[in-house]
């Protein structure tokens, strides 16, 4: 059954996905209403739902807002959170981007989030006296070393099928 009506169907619905989910996050709960954010930013991250499934993509699908009394998360879901009811934040250095991992059991949450400045997160949470778990030295460095030698090495296989692009090309 290959009808174009079904395609223009599924089509539409896939559409409504995507730009639900970009829309959604930057709706504003009540909460939010007619305040100030500290700091704000759109960033990728990925919720745990259950056992092992996790929902969430590499866009900019959640919205971190950092207020004096209270941290909001938007996606598809908005949540708000007062910094008493934070129960861990942990700060990591991935091989390409910083984490923060967030948990809370009111409401329960269980966040990665891959913001692009984490450190200006982490030093507001830690103003807020909220439990904020870091890397030692040691191992931020070593994924610094790492990030650079994996970047520059995919910069040099990039360069070498552009050269043998142009080479047999010409």
Known sequence: MNSPLLTFVVLVLIAIVLIGSYVLPRKRGKSELNRVAIYEEQC???QR???AIRYGSGTSN???ALYEDMFALASVTSYTVKYADIASVECK????S???HVKSSTPAIDLTLRPKNAQRI???L???KVRVLQQDGQKVRVMKVLRFVTLSFLIAVIGVLVFLTIKVRS
């Open 44 to 46: 990728p991250g990925s």
């Open 49 to 51: 739902l259950g056992l």
């Open 62 to 64: 959640w919205r971190i």
């Open 93 to 96: 250095e991935g091989l390409f």
């Open 98 to 100: 910083s984490l923060l």
């Open 122 to 124: 982490v030093s507001i």
């Open 126 to 128: 830690l103003e807020k």
